[in-house]
């Protein structure tokens, strides 16, 4: 058997497998005592609701995974790609426009696997925990945009790619990592003006004492922007954020309209100074290093898999191509890409913790950011005591209890250098 074909089988099943375990050890890591910090802010019903909650998200969740997996396997070894791709050549010549409709197919492929899951964790399952603000209409539509998206900013570069790797051979890596960072750091200063408003709606805040309070503390920290606004969350869910967007001088404060709704000025306040530290302490700036060096890795190894006959064989294609060869090594750079995020979301912990410890010391009062993670914690049924090895695999932020906990540590730091 190919050895390429035994690797990429041995990738798929060990990922599912892997993903099955963390799901299973995380719900059997379910407390059903409530942390002593929340009690007085999460009901006995409340609690017992999120973890019912996360049972049924992953329950869904590990039925795709079981149905998806076997699919891309018998796809797989029954020629599926190979099915395509002889169509494909009898629409097209240019090996870019072949690509380009080679990779429309596979993703609307996936898209039609994945929305039947998608519509019901929006209609019933979010629906049944009192998430669910999106209108089918919406739904319709954030489709349609997305898809749009994709064929409007994916296709030009994924064309880029295809056409430099084909010009260049293996030494086209290099353009090609420099022409998809530029698009990345373009796409960073564009998004909050061309792409999230055709999503979103956002309006400046009204004066009053939660505007003049951000103003007040952004002055102090010598923190420039160009405004703040509120975003309409809540057209299609009842999850709370907040984030920053933008660079420089045209930053813009971004207020969920359900987190105004739902938190005191200093909790908003905290969690603003929370998004502040970001910035202070350099984490886009470091966040940004570690995508451009990931990207750079990632087009380095794919240039020793460019039209490698064993590795198409593995596939049973008949047309070697360059498109082609970008989603077949997609498959062996999974556990390299794993690495990478693990290292992403271990740096990710780690900033949260600082931009935490940020909002405690400039804004003088952890007691709030304490009591905003709380009502977070609440309103999105957030699971307060995930397994260790879930935390390790795919949180970005820390577990809300060790977040509480070292801020209650800063707390007393400050109440106890204040006595003396």
């Not at 409530?34 to 019912?52: M, N, T, V």
């Not at 191509?321 to 794993?338: G, K, Q």
């Not at 009591?371 to 309103?379: G, N």
Request: with cysteine.
């Amino acid at each position: 058997m190919n050895v390429y074909l035994i690797i990429i089988l041995a990738i798929l099943i060990g990922n599912y497998l892997l993903d099955l375990v963390i799901e299973l050890l995380n719900l059997r890591h379910f407390d059903p005592n409530l942390p002593s910090e929340f009690h007085g802010c999460y009901d006995a019903e409340r609690y017992r609701s999120s973890q019912s909650y996360l049972a049924e998200t992953t329950r869904v969740k590990l039925i795709a995974a079981g149905i998806f997996t076997p699919l891309v396997v018998a796809f797989i070894l029954l020629g599926g790609f190979n099915t395509i791709d002889g169509g494909v050549g009898s629409l097209a010549r240019s090996e870019v426009w072949r690509g380009l409709i080679f990779a429309g197919i596979l993703l609307i492929l996936a898209r039609i696997f994945d929305l039947p899951f998608s519509i019901y964790r929006t209609f019933v399952l979010e629906e049944r925990y009192g998430f669910n603000r999106t209108t089918v209409k919406t739904f319709v539509l954030d489709i349609l945009k997305g898809c749009f998206l994709v064929a409007l900013i994916g296709g030009p570069v994924f064309a880029l790619v295809i056409w430099f790797f084909s010009a260049a051979g293996p030494g086209g890596w290099i353009y090609c990592w420099l022409a998809v960072t530029f698009f990345q750091l373009f796409l960073l200063f564009i998004a909050p003006v061309t792409i999230l408003p055709l999503f979103n709606k956002f309006t400046p805040i009204e004066e009053g004492e939660l505007k003049g309070a951000i103003e007040r503390y952004a002055r102090r920290q010598n923190f420039k922007m160009r405004g703040i606004f509120t975003m309409d969350g809540s057209r299609r869910s009842a999850r709370s954020n907040a984030f920053f967007t933008g660079f420089g001088r045209f930053r813009r404060i971004v207020l969920y309209d359900t987190l105004i709704r739902k938190h005191t000025t200093d909790e908003l306040v905290a969690i603003l100074a929370h998004e502040t530290g970001h910035y202070k302490e350099r984490h886009f700036l470091k966040n940004i290093i570690v995508s451009i060096f990931s990207t750079g890795l990632m087009f380095f190894i794919l240039s020793r898999f460019i039209n490698n006959p064993g590795l198409f064989d593995a596939f049973q294609m008949k047309h070697i191509s360059v498109y082609a060869s970008l989603f077949f090594f997609a498959f062996l750079y999974a556990p390299i890409d794993m690495a990478l995020s693990l290292f992403g979301n271990y740096l990710s912990r780690r900033f949260e913790y600082q931009a935490d410890a940020f909002s405690a010391r400039t804004f003088g009062k952890p007691a709030s950011m304490i009591d905003a993670l709380k009502k977070l914690s609440v309103d999105n049924l957030s699971n307060l005591t995930p397994h260790p090895l879930k935390v390790f695999f795919s949180y970005t932020h820390p577990p809300v209890l060790d977040r509480i906990r070292a801020l209650g540590r800063f707390r007393s730091e400050l109440s106890g250098s204040f006595h003396k």
